[in-house]
């Protein structure tokens, strides 16, 4: 199993961005898993903003970020992506790709944006939103 952060960037206020998940190994291994996407900024604790279920494609958001991203997949490409538009320089931050079977079914509303329940990550692009 791995997840492959890409995408990262340094961007003004108000631009977008995009970063991609090449997610491998899940297929083989689960029948339903949840892909995520959270976030870290420098002193602070690590966040969630958005997910994406094999499954149905239920998508979920932070408060934080809905109306300005989107995740979506890409199944041919087993790549998960964030479209982030009019971004803040608060949203600067350390993001990370995770992932895991745990989050699945009818729980996933209840589970998708705690960090404990997600067994594989990736390493982290980074995004820098200047004002």
């Known amino acids: 199993v791995q997840l492959v952060e890409s995408g990262g960037g340094l961007v003004q206020a108000g631009e977008s961005l995009r970063v991609s998940c090449h997610v491998s190994?899940?297929?083989?291994?689960?029948?339903?898993?949840?892909i995520a996407w959270f976030r870290q900024a420098p002193g602070k604790e690590r966040e969630a903003v958005s997910c994406?279920?094999?499954?149905?494609?239920?998508?979920y958001y932070a408060d934080s970020v809905k109306g300005r991203f989107t995740i979506s997949k890409d199944n041919a490409e087993s790549t998960v992506y964030l479209q982030m538009n009019s971004l803040k320089v608060e949203d600067t931050a350390i993001y990370y790709c995770?992932?895991?079977?745990?989050?699945?079914?009818?729980?996933?509303?209840?589970?998708?944006?705690?960090?404990?329940?997600?067994?594989?990550w990736g390493q982290g692009t980074q995004v820098t939103v200047s004002s």
């Open positions: 994406i279920r094999r499954l149905q494609d239920n998508t």
């Open positions: 995770t992932g895991g079977p745990r989050v699945s079914g009818d729980n996933v509303g209840d589970t998708w944006y705690v960090e404990e329940e997600y067994d594989y």
């Open positions: 190994g899940f297929n083989e291994l689960f029948d339903d898993y949840t």
